[in-house]
T-cell receptor
């Protein structure tokens, strides 16, 4: 069974601080995606990483896919209150396109 | 970009009644749709995989007779919660993927908040 361990599950920081969210697995994923979800809405795709070692940047967000394609990280620089939300990593498994989700990270950025 | 529409966004029903939730892909053909359940501040739990024209595949622990899934066309899948009880109250989200799924992201609906009284 493929599992994704996401940490931390809760994070409360002050505006301007940096943070990193981790997603780790013992399994290899063909691709990994990061989503952000606000209360009462569906997850919105932020990025997809496919190649081992790949780094993608989206404004203040930096996403990295591990060389072995078993782990990924999301780094936010100078967090803002608008970054508040639930961040989810999800890996494309080996079972017909199913996504394996991490436990999620509830981020709260205080002004 | 690809859009998935989910309806209704909120529904309140009485215990014992059934509720149908629709998931539509608006600008692509979704050969596969997924149904998730989510509790507050928690991640998404996959309930079942719905393939057009065939029976849904349910995850372990999900009652197929309680959560009926129908994927009758390439743009529509429905989830019916039968004989709903208060413990079925949750946020239900669907997602859809096109034919060439390898490496392509899922597109999610905006979810349905079900409250069973």
């Amino acid at each position: 069974t493929q599992l994704l361990e996401q940490s931390p599950q809760f994070l409360s920081i002050q505006e301007g601080e940096n943070l990193t969210v981790y997603c780790n697995s013992s399994s290899v994923f063909s691709s990994l995606q990061w989503y952000r979800q606000e209360p009462g809405e569906g997850p919105v795709l932020l990025v997809t990483v496919v190649t081992g070692g790949e780094v993608k940047k989206l404004k203040r967000l930096t996403f990295q896919f591990g060389d072995a394609r078993k782990d990924s990280s999301l780094h936010i620089t100078a967090a803002q209150p608008g970054d508040t939300g639930l961040y989810l990593c999800a890996g494309a498994g080996n079972q017909g396109g199913k996504l394996i989700f991490g436990q999620g990270t509830e981020l709260s950025v205080k002004p | 970009g690809a859009v998935v529409s989910q309806h209704p966004s909120r529904v309140i029903c009485k215990s014992g009644t059934s509720v149908k939730i629709e998931c539509r892909s608006l600008d692509f053909q979704a050969t596969t749709m997924f149904w998730y359940r989510q509790f507050p501040k928690q991640s998404l739990m996959l309930m079942a995989t719905s393939n057009e024209g065939s029976k849904a595949t349910y995850e372990q622990g999900v009652e197929k007779d309680k959560f009926l899934i129908n994927h009758a066309s390439l743009t529509l899948s429905t989830l019916t919660v039968t004989s709903a009880h208060p413990e079925d109250s949750s946020f239900y989200i669907c997602s859809a993927r096109g034919e060439n799924w390898a490496g392509s992201p899922l597109h999610f609906g905006n979810g349905t908040r079900l409250t069973v009284t």
